[in-house]
């Protein structure tokens, strides 16, 4: 089993919808949790972080972490053609330094 | 201040030739990362720096390849005898501490993309 799990996608939302992005890690001693968008051959840029379950809202984009469930989300209000993207979901273990990264969810929001 | 940066933004050389890409990570943080993307892949880490710890060198893939850190500044990464397969977008991190918490947040380099002919 991976440690973090992305669904590859594409994921196709129309323009205006919610996306919503899964992860699922298998270290249940994780702590930190990122999310990173990275366009076309760009580098990864950070979204948005999460430490506490629950949910946090940043603008359009809430993140939702379930440890119990081993469960990251990310929720994407009115989506954007802009928004179209790989979406990395990027997980650490607390005391430790090293990111797992997910393989990454490509992102699709049509016009 | 500045981001992290990268050099050179792209590099093209035939195999078995020695490559040596350059980080400058933001002013002031600690810990510097370094991960390999192949093409349609995820991020593959590589070398881990922590201040003046000894790095985690458990992701680099072979003996060819190598790091290095001058203190808490630029990093080089160094690919010796090139194979064709090392082909990726090498990409540089760094963040405050590296040690956990709401500071630990890892900010990316534009990449540095190697083509091995």
């Known amino acids: 089993q991976k440690e973090v799990e992305q669904n590859s996608g594409p994921l196709s939302v129309p323009e205006g919808a919610i996306a919503s992005l899964n992860c699922t890690y298998s270290d249940r001693v994780s702590q930190s949790f990122f999310w990173y968008r990275q366009y076309s051959g760009k580098s990864p840029e950070l979204i948005m972080s999460i430490y506490s379950n629950g949910d946090k809202e940043d603008g359009r984009f809430t993140a939702q972490l379930n440890k119990a469930s081993q469960y990251v989300s990310l929720l994407i209000r009115d989506s954007q053609p802009s928004d179209s993207a790989t979406y990395l979901c990027a997980v650490m273990t607390s005391g430790t330094y090293k990111y797992i990264f997910g393989t990454g969810t490509r992102l699709k929001v049509l016009a | 201040g500045a981001g992290v940066s990268q050099s050179p933004s792209n590099k093209v050389t035939e195999k078995g030739k020695d490559v040596e890409l350059r980080c400058d990570p933001i002013?002031?943080?600690?810990?510097l990362y370094w991960y390999r993307q192949r093409l349609g892949q995820g991020l593959e880490f590589l070398i881990y720096f922590q201040g003046n710890s000894a790095p985690d060198k458990s992701g680099l893939p072979s003996d060819r390849f190598s790091a290095e850190r001058t203190g808490e500044s630029v990093s080089t990464l160094t690919i010796q005898r090139t194979q064709q397969e090392d082909s990726a977008v090498y990409l540089c991190a760094s963040s405050l501490a590296g040690a956990g918490g709401p500071w630990e947040t890892q900010y990316f380099g534009p990449g540095t993309r190697l083509l091995v002919l």
């Open positions: 002013s002031g943080h600690t810990a």
